[in-house]
């Protein structure tokens, strides 16, 4: 397995109009073609990296921060808090280390060690306890909610804050078609319950892209 890290580039922080226009021609893509779709539910991180972001992030990175992903969405409990917490972030936008505490708690409440592992997994590769995805991709009914446009993000790892997204949220309707997104969200929580009830997600050996 090729066990490269991708470091990001300090400084690259992407105009919000730049994020939307990726954005919406990525899910264009992905709603027009089967395999583009596909691609994304096997590796969402890395054709979020690549399509959006502008960066490859190295295949074990990729892997890792999948996985992350992937764990939150087949934990049934751990994904209501994030449904809950998108929702509270509607009302009561919060700063990014706030996020960082709020993670880290629900983590002990309703982690298994599958996602305690992944989330550590992130850790070891220098990105913050919340990885490269979580604070850009919180599942809810209707999209997906970036941490508020106000927030500042206290990571050094600027490539994977949420400045970096200017707070655009992926799943914003005025970007994607509410219907579209909900059936790629839900592609992918039932992707991530494959995966995890084969024990793949708990092989730490086994590529998640």
Request: charged content about 30%; aromatic content about 4%.
């Amino acid at each position: 397995m090729n066990d490269e890290r991708s470091e990001p580039e300090e400084g690259l922080v992407l105009r919000k109009e730049e994020v939307r226009e990726r954005t919406a021609a990525l899910f264009a893509k992905i709603e027009r073609d089967d395999a583009e779709r596909e691609q994304f539910i096997r590796n969402p991180v890395g054709v979020l990296g690549r399509e959006v972001v502008g960066r490859e992030l190295g295949e074990q990175v990729e892997s890792d921060a999948n996985r992350l992903l992937l764990s939150m969405l087949s934990n049934p409990e751990f994904r209501g808090w994030l449904e809950d917490k998108a929702l509270e972030l509607e009302e009561r936008p919060t700063t990014h280390e706030q996020f960082r505490k709020d993670f880290a708690t629900a983590l002990v409440e309703f982690g298994d060690p599958v996602l305690v592992d992944a989330a550590l997994r992130n850790v070891a590769n220098g990105f913050d306890i919340v990885g490269p995805m979580a604070q850009q991709l919180i599942t809810g009914p209707e999209r997906t909610l970036v941490t508020s446009p106000a927030t500042p993000s206290t990571s050094n790892q600027t490539l994977h804050s949420s400045q970096n997204f200017n707070g655009v949220a992926i799943g914003d309707p005025t970007v994607i078609e509410p219907e579209l997104f909900r059936s790629v969200v839900d592609q992918l929580v039932n992707q991530a319950e494959q995966l995890r009830a084969s024990g793949a997600l708990a092989d730490v050996e086994r590529p998640i892209r």
